[in-house]
């Protein structure tokens, strides 16, 4: 077990430190964070391997739907206006799907923020995971914190050619692959790729994956955390979205408070020492670069790696972790109530602990019931239910359509035998990978007929037709009526089409019109 002195000092200063904040617009301060090790840093590893592995690899994935339509499990068809998820087929008249599964995101995302704050940002988000990947890169190739503070400060030579050239290709070489996994969404991927690297790809393709690249290398390697700061305007909304119940990475001044590096020194002059032994850990693993000490910051992502960098000293100090957790501002205002007598003195660490060392009675801890409130329950229920209707209606939706427009001009022609006929434009849109035969029928009409251009049959009240998978097909029908049955100047009727091996129909009321009868 070490003592205070003996915790190593880390010689690191907050970017935005409070005592020397600087305009919100600055020049950029490079920042060199260490790397971190726990249980929050083994979950980002967790979440960055799972969010690439889905990003990079599903391009790749196969899904049979039969010889009519494409195998790529997830494919973005702009060419046919199509988005093939699996199973799943969405048409354009269909968009409403994708706005429901935005409004999924953007509740879930206010789910989140409200009951665990920004987790979002510190572990999921894009700008978050490739950071990480590139930081990666950048302790494998330059070494560690220390070691590429050393490099950053050393004269240019032959090594630090070397080693920034290094680090830069492979930054790049991670940055073209991405631009190049995002184009395999709106094409066959194993096609696709044989013609960008032929250079017979359509022009878009090399230009989207410039573009992605671009933006990759500048965002993950060069500007990284001013994206979060300058550019995403997540931090300053997220504010409407906490309350004191919800979960934020704290220090907990209650018990840190005062910092000392020779807490026993003190303690033997009669002077209180908290727990902090001010080592600057917390600072030095911050992605962001700033202090958690000075209280919570629109930069914390809340990636939680200051807590495994404080719990990691705790440890070697034999003293409890939580100087830094998640908490509740609730919890916290309580806990620093009991350390400061109710406001009346500063933190006293002799208020929280008892002579045995031991935190005192009455002192909030977190548990998982706390997040679960009203407000968490209505954001889950409103996410809950727009999930069900979507899923309800995936279930139950139809996969034959049919639509008519009738002829405007002329609305009716009279026949030679005196007959009246109408014309109109009947569409029949086939919804599934595979061709079909719809009966097309009419109903109603008393005596009425249809014939169909391009169909060799005689005038009926039905017809086959046969219909290409995954097709609209477009009929021209003219339907006739006898004069002697015509009762009115426009009468209703349906028109039905319906698939005998699905049992699917569709019906359309239409109506028939005819010159009046004065007589």
């Known amino acids: 077990m070490l003592d205070q002195a003996q915790v190593e000092r880390l010689d690191a200063e907050a970017v935005n ?4 904040r600087p305009p919100l617009y600055a020049a950029r301060k490079k920042i060199f964070p260490k790397r971190a090790s726990g249980r929050f840093r083994q979950f980002k590893w967790l979440v960055m391997a799972i969010t690439l592995g889905i990003y990079y690899l599903t391009p790749w994935l196969r899904w049979d739907r039969g010889p009519f339509a494409p195998d790529q499990a997830v494919l973005i068809d702009l060419a046919n ?24 995101a953007g509740v879930g995302l206010f789910l989140i923020t409200s009951t665990v704050g920004r987790a979002w940002c510190g572990y999921a988000c894009p700008q978050t995971v490739w950071v990480d990947l590139f930081l990666v890169v950048e302790r494998a190739v330059e070494g560690d914190r220390n070691a590429r503070i050393k490099l950053e400060a050393a004269p240019w030579s032959t090594r630090k050619l070397v080693l920034r050239a290094s680090k830069h290709a492979i930054w790049l070489i991670i940055a073209v692959a991405t631009g190049g996994a ?3 969404y709106f094409a066959d991927a194993p096609k696709l790729l044989g013609e960008v690297v032929t250079g017979t790809a359509a022009p878009v393709a090399y230009v989207t994956i410039a573009v992605l690249t671009g933006t990759t290398y500048v965002f993950g390697g060069l500007m990284r955390e001013q ?11 997220q504010a409407a979205m906490l309350d004191e119940n919800s979960l934020t990475v704290t220090y907990n001044d209650w018990r840190g408070e005062p910092r000392s590096r020779h807490a026993k020194k003190a303690l033997a002059a009669g002077l209180p020492a908290g727990d902090c032994v001010d080592c600057n850990a917390c600072v030095a693993v911050c992605p962001m670069g700033i202090d958690i000490r000075d209280g919570q910051q629109l930069e914390c992502i809340t ?6 960098a404080c719990d990691g000293v705790m440890d070697k100090l ?14 916290y205002n309580a806990n620093m109530a009991v350390a400061t007598a109710g406001g009346t003195s500063p933190v006293n660490p002799s208020l929280v602990r008892t002579t045995t060392g031991a935190f005192v009675d009455g002192l909030a801890h977190f548990h998982l019931g706390k997040i679960f409130r009203l407000r968490t329950y209505i954001y889950l229920g409103a996410w809950s239910t727009i999930g069900l209707v979507l899923v309800y209606s995936l279930v139950t939706r139809e996969r034959l359509e049919l639509n008519v427009l009738h002829d405007r001009n002329p609305q009716f022609v009279t026949l030679s035998d005196g007959s009246i006929r109408n014309g109109y434009t009947v569409k029949l849109l086939n919804m599934i990978p595979a061709p079909r035969t719809i009966e097309v029928m009419l109903q109603g009409l008393d005596g009425g007929e249809m014939s169909i251009v391009g ?17 609209l097909k477009v009929l021209k029908v003219f339907v006739r009526q006898p004069v002697d049955r015509i009762r009115e100047p426009a009468q209703s009727f349906e028109f039905r089409i319906e698939d005998k091996a699905s ?9 028939f019109n005819a010159p009046k009868n004065d007589k």
């Open 17 to 20: 430190s409070a005592k020397t």
């Open 81 to 104: 206006r199509r988005f093939y998820f699996f199973f799943i087929e969405i048409w354009p008249q269909e968009f409403y799907y994708v706005a429901g599964l935005l409004m999924m």
């Open 182 to 184: 995002w184009i395999f």
């Open 227 to 237: 994206v979060c700061t300058y550019m995403c305007p997540w931090p300053r909304i």
């Open 303 to 308: 990636c939680a790696l200051c807590i495994d």
């Open 318 to 331: 034999g003293r409890e972790r939580g100087l830094i957790s998640y908490a509740t501002l609730a919890d």
């Open 455 to 471: 169909v060799d049959q005689a005038p009926s009240r039905s017809f086959s037709v046969a219909v290409e998978p995954d097709r």
């Open 503 to 511: 049992s699917e129909s569709a019906e359309y009321t239409a109506s």
